[in-house]
């Protein structure tokens, strides 16, 4: 039977000492370290969306024409004395749907305080007779204004030929005529079409233009605006129905 003695001195004095990792107490720095990190965020974020001192003073609207400045103003009333982190684009977009003409929004600040909307509107691409009156048409399809008289704006009349009761062929006429560049839409009397097909414009100077559908509006504008811009041309009809390959007669 063996026996060790614990009496007969140290027990290192023939080996190593070892030193253990102290990762207990360097996780709990850690964890307290992230504690308080956390909690010096809520109070930023609590700072930024609670406190009077962070929030709207009062809003200035820019960039208004065919929206009336005073009505867009008073939509935007309510974001006064909101917290600044709590105003975004879609809130004021939101405030403002009930203006067909407002396509955007970009925000900004003048100062702290004072949150500044500056307005995008659609771009007007055609006049809608509609009784005894005259209103401007949005790339949108939506009526924009009322215009006092039809000479206000050098824009085409639209008139369709045929029934149109979910609007198919309105909406191709104004997808059209969303193509064409300003100057080239000041040159056309009417726009029209008996089927989502046909469009057809009607020049102030009487000659006809030949669309066809809605595809490829981009390159129909592109030769329409290379037919208007050809000096001798008398042929009353220019078709660009088929891309790239314009026929006048």
């Known amino acids: 039977m063996n026996t060790v003695d614990t009496d007969s001195g140290p027990a290192h004095d023939n080996g190593k000492l070892l030193t253990l990792p102290r990762r207990p107490r360097r996780r709990l720095r850690a964890w307290m370290t992230a504690g308080v990190v956390v909690l010096l965020l809520a109070g930023i974020l609590g700072l930024l969306y609670l406190t009077p001192l962070l929030s709207v003073s009062s809003v200035s609207v820019k960039g208004t024409r065919l929206a009336d400045q005073n009505k ?6 309510p974001l006064e004395d ?6 975004s684009t879609d809130r004021v ?16 600040l003048d100062g702290p305080s004072k949150l500044v909307v ?5 771009r007007e691409v055609a006049i809608l007779k509609q009784g005894d009156g005259f209103f401007l048409v949005g ?40 193509q064409l560049p300003t100057e080239v839409l000041a040159k056309l009397d009417t726009a029209g079409a008996g089927s989502v097909d046909t469009v057809t414009f009607k020049l102030t ?9 809605a595809s490829q509006g981009a390159f129909k504008a592109a030769d329409l605006k290379v ?5 001798g ?17």
Not at 151 to 157: A, Y
């Open 118 to 122: 500056e307005i995008i509107e659609h």
């Open 72 to 77: 867009v103003q008073t939509l935007l009333a």
């Open 139 to 178: 790339d949108n399809g939506a009526r924009l204004k009322k215009l006092a008289k039809r000479s206000d704006r050098k824009l085409p009349v639209v008139q369709l030929s045929a029934p149109d009761g979910d609007r198919r062929i309105f909406d191709t006429v104004v997808q059209a005529l969303a």
């Open 205 to 213: 100077d009487g000659r006809t233009v030949v669309w066809g559908d």
């Open 82 to 87: 909101t917290p600044l982190a709590r105003v």
């Open 93 to 108: 977009k939101e405030l403002l749907a009930s203006e067909p003409a407002i396509q955007d929004v970009r925000l900004g």
């Open 227 to 231: 037919l208007l811009s050809t000096s």
């Open 233 to 249: 041309l008398k042929d009353k009809t220019l078709d660009v129905s088929t891309p790239r390959r314009p026929v006048t007669k």
